[in-house]
């Protein structure tokens, strides 16, 4: 199956700090989707990115697709409490979840 | 319906018991997915159905685990034997189309199963 890698695991802020993880594959993409899991929680779709270098943004939320297609970002301007969760990426029709990017912030 | 909802939310198996996990998804959603997600790790793919088709199973870890979704609808994962292993929140997902990588996938609240 695809292999596709975020970093970091774990990532410990203090509230008002940025965050960013990043979710590399070793193929290139069709797109790829972001996923954000609260504590105890299930999945909730965040984003769609389908063009090579293509930006979008949600408020504070900021996501990026690399041009050659084999990475994205997602960066959290000025973190808040409620952003507390885990992040994956998401890729193909099987929907190959990331490892994950566990963000606690602490107040 | 609201949302994917799934039934139990809690199942505690002794170790060799069959369980049957219900899905329900999100009425008129063509595609419905199963999850494994084990504690601390993200989901990983089980199967998924298009309608009544059972499109790709190549996630299921072995033959004692087993999915229908006989009229397209309600899904049901049944895991035969149960082992210790098995012992996972299993997630359920639908989207409206024909689940290609550039659906959103809508998820149930899963189902916590251990196995003791």
Same mark, same amino acid.
């Given at each position: 199956?695809q292999q596709?890698m975020q970093?970091? $695991?774990y990532?410990?802020v $203090?509230?008002?700090?940025?965050?960013?993880?990043?979710?590399?594959?070793s193929?290139?993409?069709?797109?790829? $989707?972001? &996923?954000k $899991?609260?504590?105890?929680?299930h999945?909730?779709f965040?984003?769609?990115?389908?063009?090579?270098?293509?930006v979008k943004?949600q408020?504070?939320?900021?996501?990026q697709?690399?041009?050659?297609?084999?990475?994205?970002?997602?960066h959290?301007?000025a973190?808040?409490t409620t952003d507390v969760?885990t &992040?994956?990426?998401?890729?193909g029709?099987?929907?190959?979840f990331?490892?994950g990017?566990s963000l606690?912030?602490?107040? | 319906?609201?949302?994917?909802? #799934?039934?139990p939310r809690?199942?505690?198996?002794?170790r060799?018991q069959d369980?049957?996990?219900?899905?329900?998804?999100i009425?008129?959603h063509?595609?419905l997915?199963?999850y494994q997600q084990?504690l601390?790790?993200?989901?990983e793919?089980? +199967?998924?159905? #298009?309608?009544?088709a059972?499109?790709?199973?190549?996630?299921?870890?072995s033959?004692?685990?087993?999915a229908?979704?006989?009229?397209? %609808?309600?899904? =049901?994962l049944k895991?035969q034997?149960t #082992?210790q292993?098995? %012992?996972a929140?299993?997630?359920?997902a639908?989207?409206l189309?024909t689940g290609?990588? +550039?659906?959103?996938?809508?998820f149930g609240?899963?189902t916590?199963? =251990?196995?003791?």
């Amino acid at each position: 199956g695809q292999q596709v890698m975020q970093i970091p $695991q774990y990532q410990h802020v $203090q509230e008002g700090e940025d965050f960013t993880t990043y979710c590399n594959s070793s193929t290139t993409l069709s797109n790829i $989707q972001w &996923y954000k $899991q609260r504590p105890g929680g299930h999945p909730v779709f965040l984003i769609q990115l389908v063009k090579s270098g293509e930006v979008k943004k949600q408020k504070r939320l900021t996501f990026q697709f690399g041009e050659a297609k084999k990475n994205s970002s997602l960066h959290i301007t000025a973190t808040q409490t409620t952003d507390v969760g885990t &992040y994956f990426c998401v890729t193909g029709n099987q929907f190959y979840f990331g490892t994950g990017t566990s963000l606690t912030v602490i107040p | 319906g609201a949302g994917v909802s #799934q039934s139990p939310r809690y199942k505690v198996a002794k170790r060799g018991q069959d369980v049957a996990l219900r899905c329900d998804p999100i009425s008129g959603h063509v595609s419905l997915f199963w999850y494994q997600q084990a504690l601390g790790q993200g989901p990983e793919f089980l +199967t998924y159905f #298009q309608n009544e088709a059972q499109l790709d199973k190549s996630g299921l870890p072995s033959d004692r685990f087993f999915a229908e979704r006989p009229e397209g %609808s309600v899904s =049901t994962l049944k895991i035969q034997r149960t #082992q210790q292993e098995d %012992s996972a929140v299993y997630l359920c997902a639908s989207s409206l189309v024909t689940g290609q990588a +550039t659906d959103t996938q809508y998820f149930g609240p899963g189902t916590r199963l =251990t196995v003791l």
